[in-house]
C-alpha cells in the first residue's frame, strides 16, 4: 500500500522493499536539508514524527534559529540535546534505522541476509544526507559548481556565526561578494579570503552571484519573539501581529519596508530560549 501510494515507481525494481527505502531516505533527507538551510530547528524528531512520505508532523516546539549555535535547542522537554539543529541530520538517519528494522523479513527470507541488505542502505545513506545538505548550503555562500574543500568553506563559516554569536539569517543575507567588510575577525577574514577565491573559480559576476544568494537567504522568518507576540495578541482576540506575519512570509525573499521590524533580531531580552509542546 504504501509503495503504491507513495513511490509506485519502486516496483519496477529488483527489490522493490529496499527501492522503497531508499526513496523514503532520499525524501527525508531532502526535508532536513532544507530545514537546516533555513535555520530550522524541529524539536521532537521521534520515529512517529517522520513519515515516510517525506514530510513531518508535530511542530510544537520547533523554532527558527535567530544568533547560531551548532548545539542550538529550543524544545523544553530536550534536555540532552538530541534534537539540537546539528543533530537533525543523525537522528533523521537513527529514524531510518528503526524502518529498516522492520522491513528486514521483507528485504530478504534469510534473517541474516535481510540484516546485510539493511547495514549496506544504511551506510550508503549516510553519503545521500551529507549529499542534500551540501546542495542545499552552496546556495547560500554563492557556491553554484561543486569542490572537495566546500564542506569546510561552509563549515568555517558556521562556526565564525557561532563564535560571534551572530543571527544566523542575516549573516548568510548580509554576506556580500561585491562589497568589502569591515569585520576584525581574523576568523572572518580567513574565510572571506577562501570564499572569494572560491567564487572567483566560477567565472560567474560577483554582482550575479549576490544576486543568487538574495534568491536562497531570506530576509523574514517566523522569528520567536514575533511568534509569540503574535500568540500573546491571540489569546486577547488581537490578530494583527498574526495577519502582518502571514503577509510578510508570502515573500520573505524580497524587501519589504513597511515590515522591516519582523526582519529584525530580538535584542537579548526578546530571546526565547524554550518553546513548548502544544504551542
Known sequence: YSIERHYPSAKTFENPYLQFLKCVAEAQSS???????VGFIHGVMNTDNMAISGETLD???CAFMDNFAFDRVYSSIDRHGR????NQIPIAIWNLYRLAECLIPLLDSEPQKGQAVAQNFLEEIKEIYQQNWLDKMRPKLGLQS???????????WLQYLEIEDLDFTLSFRNLDPTSASSSESQLFKSFHQKWLVRLQQQSIPLDQIKNAMNNVNPLFI???H???KAIQGALVQDYSIFEELKQVLKNPYGDQDRFKQYQTPPLPNERIAATF???
Do not use: K
Open 59 to 61: 511542530f510544537g516546539p
Open 146 to 156: 561543486t569542490e572537495p574543500e566546500d564542506e569546510s568553506l561552509i563549515n568555517q
Open 83 to 86: 534534537y539540537s539543529y546539528n
Open 222 to 224: 517566523p522569528r520567536n
Open 226 to 228: 514575533q511568534v509569540e
Open 277 to 279: 509542546c502544544g504551542t
Open 31 to 37: 526535508l532536513v536539508a532544507q530545514w537546516m538551510a
